[in-house]
């Protein structure tokens, strides 16, 4: 996954990172009526600059209730135990607040280390990251959720895409992304669409026909899908064709024709087909066209 991605998503749904921690997660946050991004500079002491991924304000009344960190962590970097402290003391001195800390992590191993606890020092302070791993991502296949929280179904196709469930959210979340503005529409089509292995393209084509794809990418995948079809198809029926012909003229010539021999054939492209098949002719014996014994 790509980090400015990711960090898209959660700018463009301040609520995502309050309802992950929430309901994947199991943090408990303060009751809220809303949810904004606010400035990520979290620099207390110059010459200094922190400076987080995402910085979430929940409101009740207007009012901050919580501040929250979102954190893109796609590599270990021992300088964030260090500066996570950093990040969630000085937004919670910035805003008058509570503040909460999100680490996502795709990848296992860097999960793995981003959830260890981080000793500070002070006794009873103790940072224990709430850290969003690859397999802890919801797996949206409701197209009615996927309408309620777009984000939130993107991130389900970048996390499982290539997985067995991937037509199925692909189908939940492409009509519910078009009633979003047509930037964010295209482009997170393209997101869904490129986050799938080749299976569940193909699943998700049987699926979901009549679909309108809406962005260039989409257009662009459907269009080569079906061409790359289309000539594989005429390109396995040559191929039988050839080899076919090529059986038929070798045990007219010399008679049933050794197991190694067809099992050869069979298994060969068309440039050797062809390439035999003009040895046919004018070869005395089967090892002349396929240098195996006859």
């Known amino acids: ?14 609520s995502l990172a309050a309802e992950l921690l929430v309901e994947v997660l199991g943090v408990p946050l303060p009751p809220h009526s809303g949810a904004r991004t606010t400035s990520i500079d979290l620099t207390q002491i110059q ?3 922190y400076r987080a991924d995402v910085v979430v304000l929940l409101l009740g009344d207007e009012l901050p209730v919580s501040v929250l960190i979102v954190e893109v962590q796609l590599a270990i970097d021992p300088r964030k135990h260090f500066t996570w402290p950093e990040y969630t003391m000085g937004a919670r001195a910035i805003h008058r607040c509570p503040a909460g800390l999100l680490v996502v992590a795709p990848d296992p191993d860097v999960a793995a280390w981003c959830a260890q606890p981080i000793e500070t020092g002070i006794p009873g302070f103790v940072l224990r990251p709430p850290v969003l791993g690859h397999e802890a991502v919801p797996i949206v296949t409701d197209t009615a959720e996927a309408a309620r929280r777009p984000e939130l179904g993107v991130l389900s196709a970048l996390a499982h895409g290539a997985g067995e469930q991937g037509a199925n959210i692909a189908a939940a979340v492409l009509p519910a992304i078009r009633e979003l ?9 393209d997101l869904v669409l490129n ?12 699926m ?40 038929r003229q070798l045990r007219a010539r010399f008679g049933e024709l ?34 195996v014994p006859s």
Do not use: C
């Open 1 to 14: 996954m790509d980090h400015e991605i990711l960090v898209d998503l959660f700018k463009n749904r301040p």
């Open 47 to 49: 010459p200094a600059e």
């Open 181 to 189: 503005d047509e930037d964010r529409a295209r482009f997170y089509g």
């Open 195 to 206: 986050s799938l292995d080749d299976t569940a393209r193909r699943a998700l084509e049987a």
């Open 208 to 247: 979901v026909k009549g679909y309108e794809y809406q962005s260039d990418f989409a257009k662009k995948y459907v269009a080569q899908g079906r061409d790359q079809g289309r000539q594989e198809g005429r390109r396995e029926g040559r191929l039988e064709g050839e080899r076919a012909v090529l059986l």
């Open 258 to 291: 050794p197991e190694a021999a067809v099992v050869r054939i069979e298994a060969a492209e068309i440039a050797a087909l062809e390439q035999w098949a003009e040895r046919v002719l004018s070869a005395t014996t089967l090892a002349d066209v396929l240098d």
